[in-house]
């Protein structure tokens, strides 16, 4: 039962990390390339948007595909230890 809840609660965490993400990637376009407040955090000027968005963005994709590979590894683990318990049953 302790394995189960673990493994929602693994689960329910990927997806809240996942959604945030999510929303960061669909909402930082349009926050990019609206005029700051301040000068120094005006983006719009700043060559390519595109370049901007996507240099802004990428590392945010990156640590949850990361985090992601890590869940996997994990798991391809687990899974591997639980065949060793059986051969070694047999």
Known sequence: MK???K??????SVEKLLIIA???AIISPWVLTREAIFKVLDL???GE???VIGGLTAPVINIVAAYLVYLAFKEQ???NDTQLE???QE
């Open 77 to 79: 683990k687990k899974a």
């Open 44 to 46: 719009s000027g700043k």
């Open 49 to 51: 948007i595109g370049d």
């Open 3 to 5: 394995k189960e809840s």
């Open 22 to 24: 999510l929303v960061i």
């Open 86 to 88: 059986a051969i070694d």
């Open 7 to 12: 493994k929602d609660s693994t689960t329910k």
